[in-house]
Structures are given as C-alpha cells and as structure tokens.
C-alpha cells in the first residue's frame, strides 16, 4: 500500500495533472462507477482531488471547468453536484458556528473519558488500530492511517459501523478521521458524521449493509458477519438558528505600511489574491494549524503535505508552528498588519482568533473568495435547495478566474 506523499504529490502541478487526468473520465463512467470503492491505491473511478481541493490548490471552478471542456452540464451533472456538495457544508457551518463549537466542548470532554475509562479506551483503541475483527472495517482503519485517504462509500460504511455496531461517540470518529485525513476539514467532516449520526437530516441515518459492502467493494468483503441490523438516530440537540456569515471589513491598503501575508491551510495559494488586489507584502509565512484539529496528536504526513504544498506554491515561506511563531514573525519583521484568506469555521479561525486576542496584536486583514462569498450564503436549509443554484453560480464563476471578494 503506497502511503500519503506517494498517493498524493504535495504539489500544485501534481493537482493540475490529478485534474487535467480525471476529467474526461468526470461523466458517465463516474456516476455509473464512483459508489464502487476498489481498494487501496487503485480509487480510479473517483477523482481522488478531495486534498487539493482541501488547500484550495484547486477551487470549485477550476474543477468544474476543466470537466466541461470535455462535456456538457447534463453528464458532468453527478460529479459536479459533489463537488459543489463541499461548498454547500462550508456554507452551512458558517452559518451555524456553534456545531464546531459544541464538536469540539464534545471532543475535550471525550479526551478525558478516554484516559480514565478503561472499556471506553479499550474499544476506542481496538477500532482506530483496525483490531475489531470486522474486516472490512480494521481494512478502512489501515488504509486510512496508512493512505490519508478513504472511498466515499467507505468512510460512510465506517462511520456507520463505528457508530452502530461499535457503539462508539461519533465524536470520536470525527477526530479520527480528522487526525488523519489529507482532505480534512471541519465543516465536511462534522456534518458528514452527523449525516450518519441521523442528527444532520433528522431522524435519518445510515446504515452500513453487509450485501451492499459485498457489491461495491468489487467482492474484497464478502459474508460480513456482527454489524448492527439497525441505526437509532444518536440523540443531540436540534441544530442552531442560522447566523449571517462573517463580514468582513473592505481591506484597503495603507500606503508605506508593512504588511505580511499569512497564508494557512484553508486558502494556500495566494497567487489569485495578491493578483487581483495587487498587493505587496513585505513578506509571507504559512499557518500550520494541524495540530489544533485534536487534542490527540495528528498523523505527520498532514503536516508534511501542508507543508510542502506550502513551500510549493510559495516557495521560500516561513512555516509557523503556533501563536508564538505568529508573534515572533510580526514582531521580526515589523509587520503593521496581516492580510489573509478567510479563515472559515475550524482550527484555523480558532487560532486566528486568539492571536487577535493578545496584547500588542496586529490587525489580521481577511479576505474571502468571490466564489465563496456567494456560494455560501445559500446553504439556507438542504442539500436539495442548494442543488439549484449550481448553474447559476457554475455560470457566474466559470468565466473567468475565481476572483476573490475586494472586501
Ligand atoms: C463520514 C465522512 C467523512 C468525510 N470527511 C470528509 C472530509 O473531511 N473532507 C472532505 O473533503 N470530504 C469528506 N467526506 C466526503 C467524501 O467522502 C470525500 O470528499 C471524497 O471521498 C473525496 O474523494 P474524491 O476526491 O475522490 O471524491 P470525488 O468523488 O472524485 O468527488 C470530487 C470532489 O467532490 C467533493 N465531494 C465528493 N463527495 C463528497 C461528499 N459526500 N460530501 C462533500 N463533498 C464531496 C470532494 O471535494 C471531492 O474531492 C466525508 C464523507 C463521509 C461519509
């Protein structure tokens, strides 16, 4: 089994090629195939763009655009709705902060749960080494710490098992795709597990079938025996009222100021923004963050792909490991402010927010993508209201690049 770097070349021209590969294969063959999860290193019917898309090395029109160069709305329909599915949960978890918040009072009071009872531990522990016994399910725990990726298909029958048959927190869960996802990120993630939970559409959950982990694992998982023959929705609040998404003041550059950028992992590639703003920073760094997304420690190559992608796109930049690395940049380079790519909900915004709370904080100057600005905000209800506005939007932001928000 090749592991992350290998499967996923920390590059932009790694993205473009991943794209420029796919996107023929984008229309009939993908949605008559992309349920149908073959395996470790040979996810062919799929795009396997989800970690690019994570750091924004491709965006939303990038992808679709390069898809229908080579065919029209109506074959494309079913990759593109995906595509533009992310978009819709960053959306809705702009609008509804406090589920990441509550995730992660969840998550801290869970960390503690775990190290001082021992049959929680114990059965926390046996499914994240893939020693369950269930064997397609300690398969998934492998090829996930292993690969820094999974199937669609199998990280919904995982998080079905994990929460229904090993009757785990789906907290857990989250995190432990979280820790080692190359494509994790708090809004797809969170909402994707509550999805399963049966707390994101009411009352609806999923449930993991042995006959369907047969068909669609192409025959590597046949007779699964001892997952549960049904899922009770997991009991949770009802979810917050909507709130608007964050505004974000008009950024007008002071002249003879010093400004830094600072990029981060959810918009790694500034090359658009400093374009479009004609912006001069005095210089740049990366935001490493990985390691907010737990309390538990994530796995390296999260770090290592982020990091290099980082230096890639922007080569030269310094990588800042925490808030005091934040400090000691601005201080050294007597930064009069930061300018950034919006930060949306996740560890990110988090971090941001705390290093605007300390004493002698420079203003942090965010900007937001047009294509983001205007996606997000229609993420009112469900998928299926969303759905409607993709050719609007695929119209709007396909005709030229994705211009970020002047804001
Ligand atoms: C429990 C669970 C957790 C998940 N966690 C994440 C996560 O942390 N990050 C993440 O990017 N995706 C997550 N997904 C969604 C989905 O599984 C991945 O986006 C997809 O498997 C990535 O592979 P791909 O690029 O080959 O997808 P393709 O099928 O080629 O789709 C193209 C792109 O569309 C988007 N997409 C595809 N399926 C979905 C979906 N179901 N929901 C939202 N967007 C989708 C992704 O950006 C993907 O790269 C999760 C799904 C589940 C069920």
Redesign the pocket.
């Given at each position: 089994m090749e592991n992350a770097l290998g499967q996923f070349p920390p590059t932009a021209a790694a993205a473009r090629a991943r794209l420029a590969d796919?996107a023929p294969k984008a229309g009939e063959s993908?949605a008559r195939n992309?349920n149908f999860d073959f395996g470790p290193v040979r996810?062919t019917r799929?795009?396997?763009?989800?970690p690019y898309?994570?750091l924004k090395v491709l965006d939303e029109a990038d992808?679709s655009r390069a898809v229908l160069e080579h065919m029209d709305g109506d074959t494309a329909e079913k990759?593109l709705t995906?595509?533009w599915?992310?978009t819709?949960?960053k959306g809705w978890l702009e609008q509804r902060p406090t589920v990441w918040a509550h995730y992660r009072t969840d998550l801290t009071q869970l960390h503690n749960d775990v190290q001082t009872q021992s049959g929680l531990r114990n059965r926390w522990e046996t499914a994240c080494l893939g020693k369950t016994g269930i064997a397609p399910f300690d398969a998934w725990a492998h090829e996930l710490v292993r690969t820094g990726?999974?199937?669609?298909h199998a990280?919904?029958w995982?998080?079905s098992i994990w929460i229904f048959t090993l009757e785990l927190p789906w907290q857990l869960?989250?995190n432990f795709?979280?820790r080692h996802?190359l494509?994790?990120?708090a809004a797809?993630?969170t909402l994707?597990?509550r999805?399963?939970a049966g707390i994101q559409t009411r009352g609806k959950t999923y449930l993991a079938d042995p006959d369907n982990i047969a068909e669609y694992s192409d025959g590597r998982f046949a007779d699964v025996h001892g997952l549960s023959p049904t899922a009770v929705p997991v009991a949770a609040p009802d979810a917050p009222d909507r709130q608007p998404i964050m505004a974000l003041a008009r950024y007008r550059p002071t002249p003879g100021a010093r400004m830094g950028l600072l990029l981060h992992s959810d918009d790694i590639s500034a090359g658009r923004l400093l374009a479009h703003l004609d912006l001069t920073p005095v210089t740049s760094a990366y935001l490493d963050t990985a390691a907010r997304q737990s309390p538990w420690c994530i796995a390296p190559h999260i770090a290592d792909f982020r990091d290099a992608m980082a230096q890639d796109v922007n080569p030269g930049t310094d990588i800042l490991r925490d808030i005091q690395a934040l400090v000691h940049w601005v201080r050294e380079n007597r930064l009069d402010h930061i300018v950034a790519p919006h930060a949306p909900v996740g560890a990110t915004r988090d971090v941001i927010a705390r290093y605007r709370q300390r004493d002698g904080a420079v203003p942090v100057h965010e900007i937001r993508r047009d294509i983001d600005s205007a996606a997000w905000p229609l993420a009112t209800a469900g998928f299926f209201r969303f759905r409607k506005h993709i050719p609007e939007l695929l119209d709007r932001f396909m005709r030229g690049t994705a211009a970020p928000d002047p804001s």
């Open positions: 796919f993908y992309r996810h799929v795009s396997t763009l989800s898309l994570r992808v990759f995906e595509v599915w992310r819709y949960w990726y999974l199937h669609n990280r919904m995982f998080a869960g989250a795709f979280l996802l494509d994790g990120d797809v993630n994707s597990w999805w399963v």
